[in-house]
């Protein structure tokens, strides 16, 4: 029988099915149950979840810790699971690298939490969000814990795919594999009606402009500023007639990409700094304080670092979104150049995406694409976002 908690997960059966014999399995070794030999093989140690952007690896990583946790092998509706899905429960610790990378740092203090027992009885949970960033001394430092796990201890990591880019092939090796498939539009978009109330056309709509990741197909759906900024996106090849105008259209995509990433960590960044500072004393007026206020430079200066860092990954997150979308155009004017059989991923722009099939050749649409993939990689390589994206736009202006 399948946890009603795994319902989260969209057009993933396969995982399902593996994740909840892993929760029978684990749930038979803490009652003190023999299991049989399937269930001995059932679960294990250390856990690696792959899929494309949108797939579902945090949820399903977070799903699977809540399952775990919960004495009726995944609910979804008791304090257990509830806690553990929103990163208060005792025994379920969060790695979510809010930068460009995982320190060592951070992770030396989750290999030495995963030293402890878990404190209710079950099983100490340690999830790491985007073990692809984790640096090299951070990698080995998760390694060692890993390789010698303690008892009732699992690490759920996630990660892209199982190449050594993303992950060492020595972790891999300790780990049993969860690949994630991008799900179906059509998946989506029930989802989006049946759960989130999003009438049929706008769900279906929404679903194919994610291209297939759940969470922008959600924002999509239920954010107008959502809809406002892909439509600027989507206007940027109409808006490339010239040199000038193709330096124009990448200042405009990197500012709004600033704009929406500072608008995201504002509100995050103020109540971290405000806490900070009445922690350390601001507003005392007692005899230590202006001796403490004078001491707390060097932390308020180390959060300001890690704000940073985490406003810089929301850019680039930002931005990515952006030439997915951009790419999805393309996309489209190539299908229509080829009279290919295939829904559009922007369907209320289908008919611009036609008009330039009929202008540009394939080739040309072709290396408009590429252009766009480069960019991605580049700014993935920390090549700076304007320089990468003028580049880019100059080549979807010569096709």
Same mark, same amino acid.
Not at 27 to 40: C, K, L
Not at 54 to 82: D, E, I, K, M, Y
Not at 113 to 134: F, H, I, Y
């Given at each position: ?27 038979? #070794? ?14 294990? *140690? +250390? ?11 945090? /949820? %399903? ?9 919960? $004495? ?9 699971? &509830? ?18 990378? #995982? ?11 995963? %030293? ?9 949970? =340690? ?32 990660? $892209?795919?199982? *190449? ?31 759960? @989130? ?12 402009? !994610? ?5 922008? %197909? ?5 954010? $107008? ?10 206007? /940027? ?8 105008? +193709? ?16 608008? !995201? ?51 680039? @997150?930002?931005? @990515? ?11 489209? /004017?190539?299908? &229509? !150049? ?7 991923? *922007? ?8 008009? %330039? ?38 080549? =979807?202006?010569?096709?």
């Amino acid at each position: 029988m399948t946890p009603p908690i795994f319902e989260e997960l969209v057009g993933q059966a396969d995982a399902v099915a593996t994740l909840s014999r892993a929760v029978a399995a684990a749930d038979a #070794i803490v009652r003190g149950d023999e299991p049989d030999a399937a269930g001995q093989q059932a679960m294990t *140690h +250390a856990w690696l979840f792959t899929g494309p952007p949108g797939s579902g690896r945090s /949820v %399903a990583a977070r799903t699977f810790a809540a399952a775990l946790q919960c $004495p009726n092998g995944g609910c979804g509706t008791c304090r257990a699971c &509830h806690t553990a899905l929103t990163g208060t429960h005792a025994d379920v610790r969060f790695v979510v690298p809010e930068g460009l990378s #995982i320190a060592v740092g951070e992770m030396r203090a989750l290999v030495l939490r995963a %030293a402890s027992a878990p404190t209710q009885g079950r099983w100490q949970v =340690l999830l790491v969000e985007d073990a692809d960033r984790l640096t090299e001394a951070a990698g080995n430092a998760l390694l060692k814990a890993v390789e010698e796990p303690p008892a009732r201890t699992v690490f759920l990591l996630c990660t $892209p795919s199982t *190449h050594p880019d993303d992950i060492s092939v020595t972790i891999r090796s300790r780990c049993r594999v969860v690949p994630l498939r991008q799900p179906p539009a059509e998946a989506i978009a029930s989802v989006l009606h049946r759960r @989130d109330g999003v009438d049929p056309e706008t769900a279906a709509w929404a679903a194919a402009a !994610s291209q297939g990741h759940v969470g922008r %197909a959600r924002r999509l759906a239920r954010d $107008p500023q959502a809809r406002s900024r892909r439509d600027a996106v989507l206007a /940027v090849p109409r808006r490339l007639t010239g040199i000038g105008a +193709a330096f124009d259209a990448a200042s405009a995509l990197i500012e709004a990409a600033e704009a929406e990433a500072a608008a !995201s960590v504002a509100e995050v960044d103020t109540k971290e700094r405000s806490a900070l500072e009445t922690a350390l004393g601001a507003g005392g007026t007692g005899k230590g304080a202006a001796g403490a206020v004078r001491g707390s430079a060097g932390q308020l200066k180390e959060l300001e670092r890690r704000q940073k860092s985490r406003a810089t990954r929301a850019q680039r @997150d930002s931005l @990515d979104r952006a030439l997915v979308d951009l790419a999805g155009f393309y996309r489209d /004017v190539i299908a &229509h !150049s080829f009279k290919a059989d295939v829904a559009p991923v *922007h369907g209320d722009v289908d008919e611009l995406a036609g008009a %330039a099939a009929e202008k540009w050749s394939p080739e040309s649409t072709l290396r408009r694409l590429e252009a766009i993939l480069e960019c991605r990689v580049a700014i993935e390589a920390n090549v700076k976002p304007r320089i990468a994206v003028e580049a880019m736009m100059l080549s =979807l202006w010569r096709g």
